[in-house]
């Protein structure tokens, strides 16, 4: 089966894609796509032999008869009997999808908000960005993003900074084991618990520690960012920032490059978030 598609230029609006798990599984298969972070084919089973497995090819079918029922894809007549049918997928579907799998890198946000766990994957290709989620089980959600200022502002934005200003430099350390322990204790509306996490923080100053629980105490947004890339030789080289976002502060915390335990604290804004997450990305 071959497969004709355009992917948009830069100035076109292009659309969001909902895609079923069977539905995702399939157009990766015409995009000749192995995977994407945040999809798990494990359902996908293969014989001995490497063949798909009946209740797999099964699926597939469903996957492949879903697309062409919601106009995601067109089977083309083909010129010669026999020949291999030939299919076309719209430009959203291949740009937003191929922008996930053959992006430079990827963001992965995993945020807890009220005790709720969202993750967000976001990749660039060329001039187009896309945010990649899953708002329902086995339901995937492509999203278009402006390149990559629309994906340095869209992290921000999961992360639950603004503009506010965020100026000074290291506040202090603290152990991501304590760090933690306080957001726990702090789920637990447990004060005690919170204080004592914090002990652990080397600060300069109280006030810092003072802030860090009032942020704590106010149903902040917890996130952790992962930023994935390959280095020279093709190796995947992964680094972390931890972010606390409250009603009119926002820290974020950056593993020290002696010792990724110890996190230096920041206080955090949309641009410091952008600066960091951007330093880390190819170019």
């Known amino acids: 089966m071959t497969t004709s598609g355009t992917a948009p230029s830069a100035d076109i609006t292009v659309p969001g894609v909902t895609l079923s ?21 494990s359902w996908a ?13 099964a699926a597939v079918r469903a996957g492949m008869d879903a697309l062409v029922a919601r106009g995601w894809v067109q089977l083309l007549p083909t ?8 299919v076309e997928l719209p430009a959203p579907v291949v740009a937003l999808v191929g922008a996930c799998a053959f992006s430079a890198f990827t963001v992965r946000f995993v945020g807890i908000d009220d ?15 896309s945010l990649h989620s899953t708002p329902q089980p086995d339901i995937h959600l492509f999203m278009p993003l402006n390149g990559r200022q629309g994906v340095l502002k869209g992290i921000a934005t999961m992360v639950g900074v603004g503009d506010t200003p965020a100026v000074g430099d290291q506040l202090g350390i603290i152990p991501l084991a304590a760090l933690r322990d306080a957001t726990r204790a702090a789920r637990n509306r ?67 490059p002696h010792d990724p335990a110890l996190l230096g604290i920041y ?11 951007g330093a880390q990305l190819p170019a």
């Open 21 to 41: 798990r069977e539905e995702l599984y399939v157009v990766l298969r015409l995009l000749k796509a192995k995977d994407i972070p945040g999809f798990d084919t």
């Open 45 to 57: 089973r293969v014989d001995a032999r490497g063949e798909p497995t009946p209740e797999t090819a």
């Open 79 to 86: 010129q010669t009997p026999g020949a291999q049918q030939r």
């Open 115 to 129: 005790g709720a766990l969202r993750v967000f994957y976001f990749h660039q290709f060329g001039a187009l960005g």
């Open 190 to 256: 447990d004060g005690e618990g919170v204080r004592r996490a914090l002990s652990q923080a080397a600060t300069p100053a109280d006030a810092t520690r003072a802030q860090l629980a009032q942020a704590l105490s106010s149903q902040p947004v917890w996130g952790e960012l992962s930023v994935g890339t390959r280095d020279a030789r093709g190796d995947t080289v992964e680094r972390d920032l931890f972010t606390l976002a409250a009603t009119g502060v926002a820290f974020l915390f950056a593993p020290q």
């Open 267 to 277: 206080l955090a804004n949309a641009h410091r978030i952008g600066d960091w997450v």
